[in-house]
C-alpha cells in the first residue's frame, strides 16, 4: 500500500505537485511509481529558465530496471531544480515526497486545479 | 493467465514485488534489488528457477544425438556429474537456446532450458530425434506429476547455508568443483549458476520446494528476484537469452565462440552456416565513462562503425552503468566509443565482457 498524502496534487502519469505560497509548484514522482521502479540511480533534470508544455517529458528517472520519463504535470518555467536527487538518486526510494525534482512556475494558476487529489489518485493507482 | 512456480505463495508472503516476466508471475524483487544484489556478492542469496525447465534424456543413443544437436561438444563431458554449457542452434546458425547439460550416465542426461524457449526447444528436439531416427526418450520435468522446483542459492557462503540445512547432502557435494553435479537421495545438487558467485543449483520434487526455501530463508539466506540475478549475470558477463542472442544471432558474434566446437570431425546443427560465415560482431563490454544509464538497444558510434548494446544496467558493484555491446570488428579493449541515449552523446569505454566475478570488481 503506497503513501499518498492528502495535502498534494497528482497526475495519472504519477507525478506528485506541491503548491507553494509563492505561486511556484514543486514536483516529484509518486511513492507508488518509485515502487514499481525500484532502486533509482540515475535523474537527469530539466535546466532552470526552460519552458514546458504541460505533459511533455521533462525529466528522467532511471532505476536499476528501466528509465521513466516525468511528464511536466502543468505548464510553466522551471525556477529551481533539486541537485541532491541526481547525487543520491535514492532518496527517491527513502522518501518519495521529500526528494522533490524541480519546481516550476505555472503559466496559468488555474492548471492546477484540474490535477487530481489524493483520493482520485489513489484510486487509479492501485 | 500467468504461470505460476510451485514457490509463488512463498515469494508472496514475503512481499515480493510480482512481475509477469515471459508469461510467468515471478518476484523481481523482495525491497530492494542492490542489498539482494550485494547480499549474493558479500554472502548468500537464493532465486526461484522453477520457471526453467529441467528435461531429462535416456536411452542408447544419448550421446550420438547431443553431439548432433548442439555446438559445443559432449565428448567434453567425460566425468559423471559433469556439466556443460552449449547453445543449440538451427540450420542457419542462429541460437534457439542456450542450455546446461549434465552428463550423468552414458544413457542418462540432464539438460536445464530457459522459460520462455521450453516448449520450442522441447519440440526440436523431439523433431530431430525423429528424424536422426536416433533411440532417446525426451522428458520435461517442470510441469505435471514428475515436476521438479528448482532453487539456486548463489555467493560466497551458499555452500555452507545449503549444507546447514540440508546437512545429509554435504559428503557427496562438498568435492563440487565448479560445474558439476551430484545426485543425493531427492536432490539433484548442481555447482553452477548465473551470478559469477559459487554456489549451488538444488533440484528436488516440486511438493518439497517451499519447505526448502523457507529453511534456508530461516538460516539467513536472502531472498533474490529476478532484478539482482539480472545485474548480477550482466556483472558477470553471462549471455541473456532474448536479448544478447536469439535464433538471429550467430553464436560468434554474441562472445559464446568459446563453447562452439568447429576444429573436429563432429557435425552439428548450424556449424556449416557458421563456418561459411565466420564471425562478423565481437561481443564486448562497455563502461559508461558520463553519468547515465546504459541499456539494451542503445546505438553504439565506433570509429570502425556502429554497434549495438544488448543489455545494459547499473552496475551495483561498480557503481556506474555497464553494458554488454555488439561492436565492429576493429574495436579494442580500451578504445574511447559514444552511446546515444535519448539524442545525448555520452562516452564509454570499451572492456572486456566480465566485469565483477566472486565478490568484486574486475576491470
Redesign the interface.
Known sequence: MSNVPANLKYTASHEWLLLNADGTVTVGITDHAQ?AL??L??V?LPEVGASFEAEKEIA?V????A?ADVYAPLAGEVTEVNQAVVDAPESV?QDAYAAWLFKLKPTNAADLDALLDAAAYQAISE | MLKKTILNAAHRALNA?MVDFGGWDMP??YG???EEHHAVRNDCGMFDVSHMCPVDMVGADCRPFLSRLVANDVAKLKVSGKALYSAMLNEAGGVIDDLIIYFLTDTRFRIVVNAGTAEKDLAWMQARAAEWQMDVTITQRRDGDNALGIIAVQGPNARAKVWQVLPQTKAATEGLKAFFAAEVDQYFIASTGYTGEDGYEIMLPAAEAEALWNALNAAGVAPCGL?ARD?LRLEAGMNLYGQDMDETVSPLDAGLAWTVSLNTERDFVGKAALTAAGQQKQFLGLLLLD???L?GHQKVITAHGDGEITSG??S?TLQQ?IALARLPLGVQIGDEVEVDI?GKLLKAKVTKPVFARNGKAVI
Open positions: 515502487e525500484g532502486d540511480v540515475f537527469e528522467v532511471e532505476s536499476v530496471k528509465a526510494n | 514485488r523481481v524483487n530492494s534489488q542492490i532484478g545485474t553519468k547515465g544509464v541499456r544496467s547499473f551495483p552503468s535519448r
